[in-house]
């Protein structure tokens, strides 16, 4: 059993950054792989980005290449989504989810999710 806690949610300016985290309770957190998503109002959950157990591979969803970037951190138990360049698109409520197997792409399946944190993005 997982459980997932996001934090660093806001309103910020276009243009701004910020930094998501999401800390886990598990003991075997370096054996997850791990996935941020996110659902804006009216739409479907979808990925943005995910890790795999060690780091040493990531993915991301075309619309925040280059802007967004994942990284992980097991020694705090803990995953990180640096947004920069934001824009009013992004906004959204995002999800961390956690899950053994590391997949890339949408329709991943993932076992454990945390209750997102609103992220608010002004024009």
């Known amino acids: 059993q997982v459980q997932l806690v996001e934090s660093g949610g806001g309103l910020v300016q276009a243009g701004g950054s910020l930094r998501l985290s999401c800390s886990a309770s598990?003991?075997?957190?370096?054996?997850?792989?791990m996935g941020w998503f996110l659902q804006a109002p009216g739409n479907e959950r979808g990925v943005v980005a995910a890790i795999s157990w060690s780091g040493g591979n990531t993915w991301y969803t075309d619309s925040v290449k280059g802007r967004f970037t994942i990284s992980r951190d097991n020694a705090k138990n803990t995953v990180y989504l640096q947004m920069n360049s934001l824009k009013p698109k992004d906004t959204a409520v995002y999800y961390c989810a956690a899950d053994i197997m590391f997949c890339s792409g949408p329709g991943c399946k993932y076992d454990y999710w945390g209750q997102g944190t609103q992220v608010t993005v002004s024009s």
């Open positions: 598990a003991r075997t957190f370096s054996s997850y792989a």
